[in-house]
């Protein structure tokens, strides 16, 4: 996913806040082809949740066999991973080493950009009635920025199943289970399905901020009602969370220890300084072999946004 709703600077406070629930509306972007995107992260009033810097939920979008779907051209990261969840439907990635992979449901794509890459992301031409997922973006600390970059696709994570709950874990542990998947800050993020009503309750890690968003249905957290829509930021502190529906609901639950640093996200870049910024930019524009080039992709790379004033002050 690039991020094409805003290229504005935003920095990214880290302070976490004690156990509490806000409620953060989502935003409406278009990205093309039909497929709507509802940003979650970063939000104006919560930059970060642990590491977690950026959440997108697109569609449910249908699509009939001749359909576009996703397109999104081959552009660059650095700084960050890219964690790609699906409820329904097929991704084709193609990255600047080499790589090019399909993810289903229930599978996870794992992209470390570390000091750059590259990859595009498209709907494949044999594909499924109906697209819908999920893209997190995890700010890499200071001391991995500049990483090696990767890319690991996890055919399956560990499921969970019990007190009428469907967990699938893309990060992190939970209920004595471990994500295979790498990740350079302690931090967890998994698919809930509620598939029975009731009450039960989550463990939860009290130096763990967290966030929940639901992508279908109703339930209520610690009795606070949540419908989708809108991002809830539970903060820290918590050692459990109450869950409570009448009818199936489903959404990602995320958190983190609080990162502690301050990050510039600019369009698809994490970074500390203007400078790494500027200097990404025009690596990118320059087509320098720092992102390299993905090959396959039938369409044109993405054009990086022009820098603000403040940028180009400094
Ligand atoms: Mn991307």
Redesign the pocket.
Known sequence: ??NLVSADALPCQAQAADACFEALPTRDAELGGGLTIRRALPHRQRRLVGAWCFLDHFGPLPLEPNATGMR?GP?P?IGLQ?VSWLFEGEILHRDSLGYTQLIRPGQLNL?TAGRGIA?S?ETPAEHGARLHGL?FWVALPEAHKNTEPTFAHHPEVPRITRDGMAIQLFAGQLFGEHSPAQYFSPLTGFDLQLTDSGARQLPLNPGFEYAVLLTEGACELDGQPCTPGQLYYLGRGRDHLTITNKAPARGGIFGGAPLGETLILWW?FVARTQQEVATARADWEAAHERFGAVRGYDGARLAAPELSGRFKAS
């Open positions: 996913m690039s999104v552009h990261h890219t992209m990859h992301e893209q698809n």
